[in-house]
């Protein structure tokens, strides 16, 4: 059975309570004589650990003994899954292509993935979409999904601007140190915009500003083109 292991030291969680009996006893604590006992002293070290404010206590457990994770917590995991994967996908290419390659490739697959993305939202969740609002809502549901959590929204005229200055890939791009999420901004945008109104809908798509080049949030500003 898989083992969870939290950033605490000495304290080690099992996803299934025979995990332990297998693997050894708790770090520090008398060794389980059953699943019962393992339950209750997992049970005992979460409370003490998310009562000293090192970390809110993520999970629990179902009578069963399995274990219990709400929506919330699902997400935040598939948030973490889906940027981390991005980053690691990107750095595994780069190391055997070339950065150049990756770049390449990481803006033909967002390109690709954005499109895929308005089309799902129109088939299951706005089938008639209207401009501006459709593609608010749309941005509001691509922002929870890749937690990019500090976000302005303007709306003047056919004119919106999107300010963005806590965006988890932004961050976790940074820390890498080796590459732009600049890069695939536009197309993206427009991606997700053609997947939802069709291909033939007219957007001007303008990154101004970015966080990874120093500016204090990243701008992108859009516009209906006339025919």
Not at 2 to 24: D, W
Not at 66 to 72: H, Q
Not at 186 to 210: D, W
Request: hydrophobic fraction near 40%; aromatic fraction near 10%.
């Amino acid at each position: 059975s898989p083992i969870f292991v939290t950033s605490l030291p000495q304290f080690y969680f099992s996803i299934e309570a025979t995990s332990f009996l297998t693997q050894g006893a708790l770090v520090g604590w008398p060794r389980p004589q059953s699943s019962q006992q393992l339950r209750s002293a997992s049970d005992l070290m979460r409370r003490n650990w998310s009562g000293n404010g090192a970390k809110r206590n993520i999970w629990s457990r179902k009578e069963d003994g399995t274990v219990k994770l709400s929506v919330e917590q699902l997400l935040e995991i598939a948030q973490f899954s889906f940027v981390r994967m991005d980053g690691a996908w990107f750095m595994a290419l780069a190391g055997k292509l070339g950065r150049e390659t990756a770049w390449d490739m990481d803006v033909d697959a967002w390109t690709r993935f954005s499109y895929v993305f308005g089309k799902k939202i129109r088939k299951d969740i706005i089938p008639d979409p209207v401009w501006p609002e459709s593609f608010l809502e749309m941005l509001e549901i691509f922002s929870k999904v890749l937690k990019i959590e500090g976000r302005e929204v303007i709306v003047e005229s056919d004119t919106i601007t999107v300010r963005v200055t806590d965006c988890e890939t932004q961050k976790a791009i940074a820390k890498a140190g080796i590459a732009d999420c600049g890069i695939v901004t536009v197309q993206t945008y427009e991606g997700m915009i053609r997947g939802l109104f069709g291909k033939e809908m007219g957007v001007s798509v303008q990154h101004t500003k970015n966080l990874n080049q120093g500016d204090a949030c990243c701008e992108v500003i859009l516009s209906r083109k006339t025919r």
